[in-house]
């Protein structure tokens, strides 16, 4: 852990670095617009790295804009302050500056800057749990930001909605508004902006007790934060590792992230992150019974939450909020002013008119001179039009001769059609013939498939949902008892139609013969599998590199264990852990196929995992295909992540309902699109 507070020092030290050359040069500019937007863009750099330093920059471009009357300079700069007061948890400030930002920019309608100071105004009464007033703002940012194009601010709006709606213990808006911001900033490939989202969904995944897939964010956000020397970032996701590893009774793991945490806070000089990592190394220390430093941690933390939230500041956000509301009306009664002297000056204007009515008349008879020239002229013309006529008759007959000409191409292009249209009746019978063959293939591969009441036999609670891309299908499903044992198998053949039909009949024939002979652990009948499918197809010797992925289960139903093996597809199931949490849980296959090609391994294995199914458990078998379908809004695939989290959310429904719902959400995924590929997907519940 050492090393990480050496590394979150370096990345800050080569970041100062470049800047510090940047800050150098900027002593020779004079003082113009220039100096300004440099001064702010520095500003803008130090904002997760050092905090007085970003309101150092932003309020030396504030007085020289001042100076040289540059009013959009004034207000971004007042917009920077701002930013920099609320990461340094003086809000009442923040709501000052940003108010006169935001006034200075609608009366330029100077909207980039109008948008930012929206977002930040949100973000104060976000820390003042005002979440109505919050996402009155958050919705004019995105509002501003969808009409001027400005992709940073619509990302940061949509993050802000998904923070209301957090605080509103309202996760399903909360991750739709967060998936929205992470979409955008990848788009535009604004780092920041998406480790601040991922950190936000860690959040919500935790709030759900998805516990692994909140980590696997926070590391994610912590991996990118530590890309772009982001101090904020780091301090934000070391101290949620912390705080997680901490209620995970790990005070060692918590304690490391932890001081990460406090070591990032004091470079970036945040007091609102600095008082989270004291108050959580207080608890550390409580729980290492190591009371002197828990004390002394718990004072720091109050000391500086005291200084945090005065007893005052709810009254001033109230009086600066109605200093602003009061400004606005007295804008609109000037409003009002000025449209009652544009009536005076209407009225004015109509005497005007009459005047120039009589000019007109003038007008209008020295037009009627103009008028009686140009008839002469176009009397002329009109000659030279008939002289012109003349010539085109004489082209329109040269025009039917050809059309003549034409016509006699088109007889001999008829008799042609004639004889393709022969052609095509005789292709239109050979392919009924085809379909006709395909159809009772289909009647074959059918009848090797398990019947599903067998299924429902052993376990009552289930569902297939098969839906081939073809009239046949590469994708099938395997069930065998065998005493105790209940043999469950989910596979994908390579293609699909009548090369993945063929391929499933050997897979079900290669499973039977290997199963009756007495192989009954899920690793083993894989190996066996493997070897049978190379020799069949003689793969040592030719080309033929065609073979299935699959998912096998062996359920004991005696000792009520489940046993799991896979080539390339996993076993997903949810149940609850030692806390009574619900968790999701995803067991990686052998990332190596059935068949196909093999370097020089003379046997390939695969890992085993065996399940406690003693408590209730969903548990998931399913093919690539219904995650690799395209569709959506921007036609990609529906990938690993978007299924996980559907199954997710239907585990606990019925088993049929499940089914029903896996039909819809896929329906309306593909839209106009084909489906591209077989479909399986079983569910069990035991």
């Known amino acids: 852990m050492k090393l990480f507070f050496y590394l979150v020092l370096l990345l800050s030290f080569n970041a100062f670095a470049q800047q510090a050359k940047v800050e150098a040069s900027l002593t020779s500019l004079k003082q113009d617009t220039f100096k300004v937007s440099q001064l702010l863009s520095l500003s803008k750099d130090y904002a997760n790295k050092n905090l007085i330093k970003m309101n150092n920059y932003a309020d030396t471009a504030l007085r020289i804009s001042q100076d040289i009357n540059y009013e959009r300079g004034v207000a971004m700069s007042l917009n920077y302050i701002g930013q920099a007061k609320i990461k340094l948890a003086e809000y009442n400030e923040a709501l000052t500056l940003t108010f006169n930002a935001l006034e200075i920019a609608?009366?330029?309608?100077?909207?980039?800057?109008?948008?930012?100071?929206?977002?930040?105004?949100?973000?104060?009464?976000?820390?003042?749990?005002n979440l109505g007033k919050a996402e009155e703002y958050y919705e004019k940012a995105l509002e501003i930001a969808q009409k001027i194009g400005k992709a940073s601010v619509a990302s940061a709006a949509q993050n802000g909605l998904g923070n209301v709606f957090f605080a509103k213990k309202d996760n399903k808006q909360a991750l739709e508004r967060y998936s929205l911001a992470l979409q955008i900033a990848t788009k535009e490939e604004n780092k920041k902006q998406i480790a601040e989202m991922e950190t936000n969904l860690g959040r919500v995944y935790l709030a759900q007790g998805m516990n692994s897939l909140a980590i696997e964010y926070f590391q994610k956000a912590l991996k990118i934060a530590k890309e772009i020397a982001n101090l904020e970032a780091i301090a934000d996701n070391s101290l949620l590792l912390g705080d997680y590893y901490f209620k995970k009774n790990l005070p060692n793991e918590a304690l490391k992230y932890a001081q990460a945490g406090l070591t990032a806070?004091?470079?970036?000089?945040s007091r609102f992150f600095k008082q989270k990592a004291w108050a959580l190394m207080s608890e550390i220390y409580g729980i290492q019974k190591d009371y002197k430093r828990a004390y002394e941690y718990s004072q720091l933390s109050k000391t500086l939450q005291d200084s945090i939230l005065g007893k005052e500041s709810e009254q001033d956000y109230t009086a600066i909020s109605s200093l602003y509301e009061t400004q606005i009306r007295d804008k609109e009664m000037t409003i009002k002013n000025l449209q009652l002297e544009q009536q005076q000056r209407n009225i004015q204007n109509q005497k005007r008119?009459?005047?120039?009515?009589?000019?007109s008349s003038a007008i209008f008879i020295t037009l009627t001179i103009l008028a009686f020239i140009l008839y002469r002229r176009q009397k002329k013309a009109n000659f030279?039009?008939?002289e012109q006529n003349k010539q085109i008759k004489e082209q329109n007959e040269e025009i039917n001769a050809k059309n003549e000409e034409i016509n006699k191409q088109k007889s001999a292009i008829e008799s042609k059609n004639k004889a393709l249209e022969g052609a095509y009746k005789e292709i239109e019978k050979k392919t009924e013939n085809i379909l006709a063959s395909i159809s009772y293939a289909k009647r074959i591969q059918t009848a090797l498939l398990p019947d599903q009441e067998d299924i429902t036999l052993t376990f009552p609670e289930n569902f297939i949902y098969y839906k081939p891309k073809d009239v046949i299908s590469g994708d099938f499903y395997y069930f065998m008892e065998v005493e105790n044992l209940r043999i469950l198998a989910v596979a994908d053949c390579t293609g699909h139609g009548v090369p993945g039909a063929f391929m499933s009949v050997l897979g079900v024939q290669s499973l039977n013969k290997i199963i009756q002979s007495g192989v009954t652990s899920p690793d083993l009948i894989l190996s066996e599998l493997h070897n049978e499918i190379r020799q069949v197809l003689k793969q040592q010797v030719n080309e033929v590199r065609d073979g299935m992925d699959i998912v096998?289960?062996?359920i004991d139903t005696q000792r009520k264990t489940l046993t799991y093996a896979g080539a390339i597809n996993p076993l997903y199931y949810v149940q609850a852990n030692d806390n009574g949490l619900l968790e999701f849980v995803e067991i990686k296959a052998t990332k190596k196929p059935i068949g196909g090609f093999q370097r020089d391994e003379e046997d390939r294995f695969f890992e085993k995992t065996v399940i406690d199914i003693s408590k209730p458990t969903t548990f998931y078998l399913a093919t690539d295909g219904y995650r690799d379908q395209f569709g959506g809004e921007h036609n990609k695939k529906f990938m690993a992540r978007r299924f996980k989290e559907l199954l997710y959310y239907i585990h606990d429904k019925p088993m049929l309902a499940q089914q029903k719902i896996l039909d819809e959400v896929i329906t309306k995924w593909l839209g106009n699109n084909e489906q591209i590929d077989d479909m399986l997907v079983i569910g069990i519940r035991v």
């Not at 980039?112 to 976000?126: A, K, N």
Request: glycine share 4%; aromatic share 10%; proline share 0%.
């Open 106 to 129: 609608e009366r330029l309608k100077y909207e980039e800057c109008i948008g930012l100071s929206y977002i930040l105004i949100g973000h104060v009464y976000m820390h003042q749990n």
């Open 265 to 269: 806070s004091e470079t970036l000089q």
């Open 353 to 359: 008119i009459i005047y120039l009515t009589v000019a």
């Open 384 to 386: 030279l039009i008939k």
């Open 552 to 554: 096998l289960c062996v």
